[in-house]
């Protein structure tokens, strides 16, 4: 009995230590709990990591092919080559029954063609014996599609005024040198004195090919206002043609 006893001593021993143990280990547990409520381990997380992302590229717009310039339309050459070198002057009438028209207030102008360089060009303006007191204003312009666009929507290349000139002469307008080509000559006579006048000889009863004459912006038919040219040099043709003045 005695060995019975002491080995139930020992047992006894050994399972106090065992509870004394878990109890010990429990109030560890216990007390985490009080300080933060049910304890949780969180989840081990991988740091992120930051991946460059690539940025799109939009498509490079294609560089459009210059326009070409165009290259200038060379006009044709009507004057069949220069014959001399010296100046020469061309009349585009013929004085036949000839008569005179008072250009005050009136719009008076001849389309031509000039062939090659020309430094003057005009009319034969009477002044029906008065000496003073009248002018005329020049604009020259450059044939554009027809008359309308040529004279109203055109800026002249040239432009001159005068007064008081000899009666009946020829009224010249100089330039340094203007090229071949179509043109309309514009004069516009004005008079500061009553009954001081002037304005154009002209022709009746003619069809000439290398003139085409208005009065008041409308086709003077079968006349032919006194213009005159003169060239630098001597073409041996004095005239081109007339595009058609669109009316």
Request: hydrophobic fraction near 35%; charged fraction near 25%; proline fraction near 7%.
């Amino acid at each position: 009995m005695n060995n019975y006893r002491k080995l139930s001593v020992v047992l006894c021993a050994i399972l106090a230590f065992v509870l004394a143990a878990g109890m010990l280990a429990g109030c560890s547990v216990g007390e985490k709990a009080d300080q933060g409520g049910v304890v949780t381990e969180a989840p081990v997380t991988e740091a992120a990591t930051d991946i460059p992302t690539a940025a799109p590229t939009e498509k490079p717009t294609p560089t459009p092919d210059p326009t070409p310039t165009p290259e200038p339309t060379e006009k044709p050459d009507y004057s069949g080559g220069i014959v001399k070198e010296a100046p020469v002057s061309y009349s585009f009438f013929g004085r036949k029954n000839q008569d005179a028209l008072c250009g005050t207030g009136r719009r008076i102008a001849v389309q031509f063609y000039a062939t090659t360089e020309f430094v003057e060009l005009g009319f034969h303006s009477p002044t029906w014996t008065a000496k003073s007191g009248y002018t005329v204003d020049y604009e020259l312009y450059a044939w554009d599609k027809d008359y309308e666009t040529t004279v109203f929507d055109r800026e002249p290349v040239l432009t001159g005024h005068f007064e008081n000139w000899q009666d009946g002469v020829f009224v010249g307008l100089k330039t340094e040198g203007l090229p071949a080509g179509e043109y309309v000559l514009l004069a516009l006579y004005g008079s500061n004195e009553e009954m001081h006048n002037s304005g154009v000889w002209y022709d009746t009863d003619v069809e000439r090919e290398d003139q085409i004459s208005y009065v008041d912006d409308e086709i003077w038919f079968d006349h032919a206002v006194w213009f005159e040219i003169k060239y630098a040099k001597t073409p041996k043709n004095l005239y081109g043609p007339l595009s058609d003045p669109g009316f």
